[in-house]
Structure formats: C-alpha cells, structure tokens
C-alpha cells in the first residue's frame, strides 16, 4: 500500500519520504521506485520521515500502529495532518472479518493514541496496493475522507486528489471510519468471488461528481 502511494504522489510531483523500521530497507525501497518512474522518492526511518512530512500516511498493519505512533510522537505537530489508511482485520475460522477496536475504528485508535499532537484524517481504505502499483492505469473509485477538522478535511481531500484520477468523498466526522473500514473486508471477498484484480467503490448521486 504504501509503496503504490509513493509511486502515486511522486508521479504528481510531490516530494515523498518512505518510512521504514529499518533506514535501509526504505532506502533500497525508495531507490528502486525512483528508478520505477523517472521521479525521487526518498527513505528513512518512520521517525526521520515523521519529522520531514507534513502529511504523514499510516499504512501498516494496525496491530503494529501503535508502537510506531510511539516511536513517531516527538515528531509530530499540530500543523501536520496523518492519515490512517488502516484496516483492522482478522480472520477467524478461516473468516476474513474487519473488528472494532475499542476506540470504534482503526482511524479514532490513532486519534486517540496521537491524543492533541498532529490532526488525524482517514481514506484510501477501500484502495486496493495492487491497483495503486498499476502505474500505466489510473484509480478508479472513490475514497471516503473523514476528519474531525474540518480543514484538515479539505486539506486531505485535496492531497488524496492528487492521485490522478481518485475522487475523495467528503465522509464527515473521524467516527465515520467505522462505516468506511469494513468495506474493505467487502472488497477484499469480491475481488475472490469475481476472481479480479481488484473491486473499488463508486458513489452516485454526489455533486461535483467527476
Ligand atoms: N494492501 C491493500 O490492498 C490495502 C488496501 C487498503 C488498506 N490497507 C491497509 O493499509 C495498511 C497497510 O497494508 P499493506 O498491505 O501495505 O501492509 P503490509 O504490506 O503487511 O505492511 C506494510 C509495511 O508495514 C510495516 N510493518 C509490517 N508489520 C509491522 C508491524 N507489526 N509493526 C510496524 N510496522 C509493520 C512494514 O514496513 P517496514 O518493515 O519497512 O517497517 C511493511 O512493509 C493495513 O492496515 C491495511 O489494512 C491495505
């Protein structure tokens, strides 16, 4: 996930930062996607790249998010906005299901374990990595925007546009993620059933519809 977004938002020509556990690791990632599209990409640890961003994108599984946010805390900021694009889910006897975290979604998790340190948004849950990695064709579908300030809403909208093709649906309040992340568990059984590469979400009825 995190690497089709790189290739995405460098291809748009913003500067992106891969963080990583391992500072290598990023970097040999970020170099190979550069070399992908023609465009820097950089790497560094997730705490380096924290410090570096002003739109910081939390695409790991959830279970690990909260260590990182940890170890990320000191470089956040209320001027900077993070993103969780993040998805709870487990199987249980061999059932794929999203679960609701105490804090409802994995979205307010991260809200409330960042606390009043960097405003929290969500989307792109319902973005499948493959497609994002498709480079030569562009997104189709939509994603759900949710914040609780409504600034950084907007603020997010406009990045997550930036992705050719994407359109971002304003969804409201950050409690709002807990509609929008079990769909992916939806999507993710379609894609099986239908045996394609990938099965998004689009909305109708919306003004200022693409
Ligand atoms: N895959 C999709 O199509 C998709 C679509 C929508 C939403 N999502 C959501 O996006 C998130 C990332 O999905 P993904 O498929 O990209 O996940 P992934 O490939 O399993 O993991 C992404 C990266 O997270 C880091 N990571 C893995 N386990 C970790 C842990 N326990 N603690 C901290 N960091 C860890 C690893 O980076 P380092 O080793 O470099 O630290 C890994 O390369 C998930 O929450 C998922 O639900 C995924």
Same mark, same amino acid.
């Given at each position: 996930?995190?690497?089709?977004?790189?290739?995405?938002?460098?291809?748009?020509? @913003?500067?992106?930062?891969? +963080?990583?556990?391992?500072?290598?690791?990023?970097?040999? /990632?970020?170099?190979?996607? $550069?070399?992908?599209? +023609?465009?820097?990409?950089? *790497?560094?640890?997730?705490?380096?790249?924290?410090?570096?961003?002003?739109?910081?994108? !939390? $695409?790991?599984?959830?279970?690990?998010?909260?260590?990182?946010?940890? @170890?990320? &805390?000191?470089?956040?900021? !209320?001027?900077?906005? !993070?993103?969780?694009? !993040?998805?709870?889910?487990?199987?249980?006897?061999?059932?794929?299901?999203?679960?609701?975290?105490?804090? *409802? $979604?994995?979205?307010?998790?991260?809200?409330?374990?960042?606390?009043?340190?960097?405003?929290?948004?969500?989307?792109?849950?319902? /973005? +499948? &990595?493959?497609?994002?990695?498709?480079?030569?064709?562009?997104?189709?579908?939509?994603?759900?925007?949710?914040?609780?300030?409504?600034?950084?809403?907007?603020?997010? /909208? $406009?990045?997550?546009?930036?992705? &050719?093709?994407?359109?971002?649906?304003?969804?409201?309040?950050?409690?709002?993620?807990?509609?929008?992340?079990?769909?992916? &568990?939806?999507?993710?059984?379609?894609? *099986?059933?239908?045996?394609?590469?990938?099965? +998004?979400?689009?909305?109708?009825?919306?003004?200022?519809?693409?």
């Amino acid at each position: 996930m995190g690497q089709g977004l790189a290739l995405r938002w460098a291809m748009a020509g @913003e500067k992106v930062i891969i +963080g990583s556990r391992s500072k290598e690791k990023a970097e040999k /990632i970020a170099q190979e996607l $550069s070399l992908r599209i +023609g465009k820097p990409i950089l *790497g560094d640890t997730n705490l380096e790249a924290t410090r570096s961003a002003d739109f910081i994108v !939390m $695409s790991v599984p959830f279970e690990g998010c909260e260590k990182i946010l940890e @170890e990320v &805390a000191p470089a956040l900021s !209320m001027d900077k906005i !993070m993103l969780s694009a !993040m998805v709870p889910l487990k199987v249980t006897d061999g059932l794929l299901a999203c679960y609701s975290p105490p804090a *409802g $979604s994995a979205a307010e998790t991260v809200a409330k374990l960042v606390g009043n340190r960097v405003r929290v948004c969500s989307a792109l849950q319902t /973005i +499948g &990595a493959q497609e994002l990695q498709r480079i030569d064709r562009p997104i189709e579908g939509d994603t759900v925007v949710c914040g609780d300030d409504a600034q950084a809403r907007r603020q997010t /909208i $406009s990045y997550v546009e930036k992705i &050719a093709n994407l359109r971002a649906i304003d969804g409201g309040r950050l409690c709002n993620s807990r509609l929008v992340e079990p769909v992916t &568990a939806l999507l993710i059984k379609l894609t *099986g059933r239908y045996k394609v590469p990938a099965v +998004g979400i689009k909305f109708i009825g919306l003004n200022g519809s693409k």
